[in-house]
């Protein structure tokens, strides 16, 4: 089973992912984990996404479309895989669907994870990670026991550049403009599944599991 997350940035794809992937037992593959990697390790590739990121902005399609359809082709892949953070932009979309019907596959199931703008700029902005472990916390929901100091190894707290108020409105405005397409795009192709993403992210994901069944 073939599987795509949609969604703005922070509404918890990443979460639904991780749950379905445990429930399928498919991979989850997020193009902002390949991104942080490659930032880490300071390759070539995660200079020029870093460049991107840091400001909000997308990642341009030709740094990405290679990497994944080579993730995708993976051994592990050969029962299905979740995608989350790609495609992003149409062109992608087409990219991708032209990549797996050379393969003679396609996407079955396109999950739309759906939260207001003013309860993602509110979440992701109060955000803030372990630059040591990585560790997360949120000021709200899931504030450290010292204020500002990781549980984990004390490490002084950081915001990372993306979450910023300001960039994370900027963020949503390029969502609306180049990603949100997306939906009309899965949805002519009757595949589209919508999920909240403000609820408990394991009732919700055990209602749509029936929903997600092997194609042929």
Do not use: W
Not at 57 to 72: A, H, K, M, S, Y
Not at 89 to 115: F, M, P, S
Not at 135 to 160: F, M, N, W
């Amino acid at each position: 089973m073939k599987i795509i997350m949609l969604g703005a940035p922070g509404a918890g794809k990443g979460t639904m992912a991780s749950r379905l992937s445990e429930r399928f037992g498919l991979p989850h593959i997020s193009t902002g984990d390949i991104f942080r990697e490659n930032i880490k390790n300071g390759t070539e590739l995660g200079k020029k996404a870093k460049s991107y990121m840091d400001q909000g902005l997308l990642v341009p399609d030709e740094l990405t479309c290679d990497l994944v359809t080579d993730r995708i082709g993976q051994d592990d892949c050969k029962k299905g895989f979740i995608l989350d953070g790609f495609p992003r932009t149409i062109n992608q979309a087409e990219a991708l669907t032209d990549a797996l019907g050379k393969k003679g596959q396609q996407i079955d199931y396109a999950v739309n994870v759906i939260v207001s703008d003013e309860k993602i700029v509110s979440r992701m902005s109060g955000r803030r990670v372990c630059p040591k472990c990585g560790a997360s916390y949120h000021l709200v929901t899931l504030p450290p026991k010292a204020e500002g100091i990781c549980d984990k190894c004390g490490t002084e707290l950081t915001q990372r550049a993306d979450d910023d108020a300001e960039t994370v409105k900027k963020r949503l405005n390029i969502y609306h403009e180049q990603t949100e397409p997306l939906i009309a795009y899965y949805n002519n192709l009757g595949i589209i599944v919508e999920i909240p993403g403000d609820k408990n992210a394991d009732e919700e994901v055990a209602k749509i599991a029936p929903l997600l069944v092997e194609k042929d």
